[in-house]
Every structure is written in structure tokens, then in C-alpha cells.
């Protein structure tokens, strides 16, 4: 009697369809990932937006702030809040909202005035609620004296 011994049959079917279901979920991976990163990029690139923002509308009131008391900080309410729109829609720039409040206080330290200046930038980017939302908020204090050479 003779014995036949046949080979599995089926296997390269099995291997391929292992394969296919593989590289399916690798590819359906990598497109998650790549939504992902490119949402990351996004948010990142408006909170530079809004970060830019603030940036110069607290520039611009510590501008303010060293070289014109009057006009950085009103005396009736010592808070003002001025709104700041950079002037170049090329800038990128154009779509943000910033706000400058500062607030001050004044003291007389051996014959001489020194004044306090609080100052806080807020620049906004799109509206409140909506994905692409970014807020930044800087904040500084700047201290001015009438006496040369005097530190605060």
C-alpha cells in the first residue's frame, strides 16, 4: 500500500489575506495620524497668530507706557482698554482682535514720582466656541521715575 502525502494546500490564500487586512489597518493608521498632525499644525499655527498679536499690542502699549503717561493709562479710571489692529492685512494679522488694558499706580519715593504700569495684551482669533479658536494673553509691568538715574 502506498501512502500519499499531500502538501497544505491553501496557505499563500491565508498569507494574502493576512497581508491585505495588515496593510489595511496600516494604511487606515497612517491617514488617522495624518489628520491628526495636520489639526496640530493648524492650532499651532493660530495660537503664533494670536501669540503675535499680543505680542505687539503689549509692545505697543509699553510704547505707550514709557513715553506718553497720559495717553497709555487715562488718570479718571487708572484701567483703560484700548484696542489695537495691525495695519497690514498682508501681515496675517488682519483677522486677530487685540486688547491692551493698563493699569497704574503712582508714589513719591524721596521727592521723586515713580509710576507703576500693569500692563496686559489679549489677542483673540476667531470666535469664541468655533475649532478654530486661539487666545494668547501677555501681561507686563513697566515702572517709570521722574528722577534720572533712579530705580524703581
Known sequence: M???????????????????????????YMLTVGGV????????????????????GLEWGLH?????????????????T??????????????????VTCTYSTRTIGGYTVRVSYLTSTATYGVLGNPDYAERKLEATVCRSNSPGSEC
Open 82 to 99: 484700548t484696542s489695537y489692529s495691525h495695519p497690514s492685512a498682508d501681515s496675517g494679522l488682519s483677522d486677530v482682535a487685540v486688547t
Open 37 to 56: 498632525s495636520q489639526a496640530t499644525t493648524d492650532r499651532a499655527l493660530l495660537g503664533a497668530r494670536a501669540y503675535a498679536g499680543a505680542k505687539g
Open 2 to 28: 502506498r501512502c500519499i502525502v499531500h502538501g497544505q494546500r491553501g496557505a499563500a490564500l491565508v498569507t494574502a489575506i493576512f497581508l491585505l487586512v495588515a496593510f489595511a489597518a496600516l494604511g487606515a
Open 64 to 80: 505707550r507706557a514709557v513715553y506718553n503717561d497720559a495717553a497709555a493709562c487715562a488718570d479718571a479710571p487708572s484701567v483703560t
